[in-house]
């Protein structure tokens, strides 16, 4: 438990494929079902203070409490992600710390000398904010708001792995966050 932040709800990895990727973590490790989404509707996305148009991929499933991320950048937008592949680096970007008071807890956390480098919404109340690496050197820490309806699916994906036998229907679309 983080005394800045609470329990780490998601594990992110950035990936070159992430079809061989769902595929692996379901047949090797047992965990999904995962939902797909190949572009991730990020609106309001800026890095290091500038606004971009990410094209990003992103497979969300869960193992037990944990969520788990795979993230494929699909154009060369500038991101903490690409600077991660740029680095020669795949696997575990960031941990994500959950917040149903987002801006309450992003204005303390930048109180306390965190700095944004990267941030976006996905969906009505699905802010998220990546922090700099020099506060905290190793992976990254991502503050994501969980109020709207991300956070209804986010409850979704993690109930859907509950039962999961392992094998049916291994790949799912996204819920459309529009409906939730």
């Known amino acids: 438990m983080s005394r800045h932040f609470g329990a780490i709800r ?3 990895y950035v990936v070159n494929d992430i079809e061989a990727a769902m595929d692996y973590w379901s047949r090797t490790l047992g965990v999904g ?3 797909y989404n190949p572009r991730v509707p990020i609106v309001n996305y800026q890095y290091r203070g500038e606004a ?3 094209h990003n991929s992103v497979a969300l499933a869960n193992s037990g409490y944990v969520q788990v991320e795979l993230i494929q950048t699909r154009n060369d937008v500038p991101s903490m992600y690409r600077d991660f592949l740029q680095a020669g680096r795949t696997g575990l970007q960031h941990v994500a710390y959950w917040t ?6 992003l204005a303390r956390l930048t109180a306390e000398g965190f700095k944004s480098v990267m941030s976006g919404e996905v969906g009505e109340r699905g802010r998220f904010v ?3 690496t020099e506060f905290h050197p ?4 991502e503050l994501s ?4 309806p991300k956070g209804k699916m986010f409850d979704l994906i993690r109930e859907a792995s509950e039962g999961w036998d392992g094998m ?3 790949v799912r679309p996204f819920p459309d966050l529009g409906k939730l």
Not at 138 to 141: D, P
Not at 145 to 148: F, P, S, W, Y
């Open 10 to 12: 998601q594990l992110g």
């Open 33 to 35: 079902p995962w939902f």
């Open 52 to 54: 971009h148009q990410p």
């Open 100 to 105: 149903s008071d987002y801006d309450a807890d």
């Open 130 to 132: 990546y922090f700099d």
């Open 138 to 141: 190793g992976t990254v820490i």
């Open 145 to 148: 708001e969980v109020a709207g």
């Open 168 to 170: 049916t229907d291994p």
